[in-house]
């Protein structure tokens, strides 16, 4: 299945592309890429007066919308949304294996890794996000059906074993303290918070509970990664094997 590179949006389901109500597009944000991509219209519903409501609202939101030739539902060899690129990152360098995505939301990364083979656990405490991703999966089976939880994974929530857990836009240091415990040696943690700079600067997000912070511990875990991109920081951390001298030597 090929992946689409920016987010095609329509108000009509008989054409391609991930249908938004425009009075519902709050629902929809978190699935939105960020405001550096662009997001594709079919040209014939720009001149509809729902698809001139949704390009407004998407504007409003600091998108650029672009307007292409209109698709057909039929398409379906394509999908109209896009994982986290740390998360298309990780499928690109690692086989699939078993992961958790904590605060999955819409399952856009859930669904992208259980298409590639993945074995997925996709969590959120918010029945209304389960309901969405069991959509989303609906509309581009994996390989192994995803394990959707409904749970708050804050408290003393059993956190399950896998390879790599995600932790997309969503972030919880009580939880990230236990994992680092609970994991096996070579698990991987992927992040994706706001920056501690893109916070100072526009106070979004309120609470830092939702920010890796400079201060936030990295239990001695392996940086594999980390970047920071506009208002994003991206990492990927990975608990030491014992005995792995050299990977913290290389770090
Ligand atoms: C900004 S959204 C990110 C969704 C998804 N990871 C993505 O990037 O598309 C944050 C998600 O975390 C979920 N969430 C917040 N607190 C949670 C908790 N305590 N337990 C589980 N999920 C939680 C919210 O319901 C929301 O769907």
Redesign the pocket.
């Known amino acids: 299945m090929r992946l689409v590179r920016s987010l095609w949006l329509t108000t009509d389901p008989v054409r391609f592309g991930t249908v938004v109500d425009p009075d519902d597009l709050k629902r929809w944000k978190?699935?939105l890429p960020e405001p550096s991509r662009p997001i594709w219209m079919a040209s014939g519903e720009l001149l509809t007066a729902a698809g001139k409501e949704l390009e407004a609202q998407l504007r409003s939101l600091g998108y650029v919308v672009r307007c292409g030739p209109d698709r057909l539902a039929d398409q379906r060899s394509l999908r109209a949304w896009a994982p986290?690129p740390l998360i298309a990152m990780i499928a690109k360098h690692w086989e699939p294996g078993t992961a958790v995505?904590?605060?999955?939301?819409?399952g856009?990364?859930a669904v992208f890794l259980a298409s590639l083979g993945w074995r997925v656990s996709g969590?959120?405490?918010?029945s209304d996000?389960i309901d969405r991703a069991q959509g989303l999966e609906a509309t581009a089976p994996g390989v192994h059906p995803v394990d959707w939880q409904c749970?708050?994974?804050?408290g003393d929530y059993d956190i399950p074993q896998a390879q790599v857990y995600?932790f997309?836009?969503?972030f919880?240091l009580p939880l990230w303290t236990r994992l680092a415990e609970s994991a096996k040696p070579g698990a991987i943690v992927a992040v994706?918070t706001f920056s501690e700079r893109h916070r100072a600067e526009t106070g979004h997000p309120r609470s830092d509970r939702t920010v890796w912070l400079s201060t936030t511990p990295d239990f001695g875990w392996h940086v594999r990664y980390a970047r920071e991109k506009g208002p994003f920081l991206y990492r990927i951390l990975q608990k030491l094997i014992a005995g792995d001298v050299n990977s913290a030597a290389d770090s």
């Open positions: 978190s699935q986290s995505d904590f605060g999955c939301g819409g856009r990364d969590i959120d405490s918010l996000c749970a708050d994974v804050r995600l997309v836009r969503f919880d994706q």
